[in-house]
């Protein structure tokens, strides 16, 4: 059984920095690739990041390119979404998924999915 939990939201200023951390167990991120998708209160699940198979690339959605980096330690079988110089349409819940059969910006393609954390940032 696959389970992914995330941490590291909270509450931060604009322009201000977190790191998002997603533990999974039971599936390695280097074999299955990680994506991050965000939701708005209101608003449908939109894609964030995303991190092939093996490391291989990576996408971004342009709304966060230039901010945001995703990476992973395949040791720890941890994923990360660094985000920097945030701004209060940045808030959202923010969840991490593994394993996309399809296109990576669709979350419908993701089978697994943590249970997500919040991320609010205030002007």
């Known amino acids: 059984q696959v389970q992914l939990v995330e941490s590291g939201g909270g509450l931060v200023q604009t322009g201000g920095s977190l790191r998002l951390s997603c533990a999974t167990s039971g599936r390695s991120f280097g074999a299955y690739g990680m994506g991050w998708f965000r939701q708005a209160p209101g608003r449908e699940r939109e894609f964030v990041a995303r991190i092939s198979r093996f490391g291989l690339s990576k996408d971004y959605a342009d709304s966060v390119k230039g901010r945001f980096t995703i990476s992973t330690d395949n040791a720890v079988n941890t994923g990360y979404l660094q985000m920097n110089n945030l701004k209060p349409e940045d808030t959202a819940v923010y969840y991490c998924?593994?394993?996309?059969?399809?296109?990576?910006?669709?979350?419908?393609?993701?089978?697994?999915w943590g249970q997500g954390t919040q991320v609010t940032v205030s002007s």
């Open positions: 998924a593994l394993g996309s059969s399809g296109p990576y910006y669709s979350p419908n393609t993701w089978p697994y």
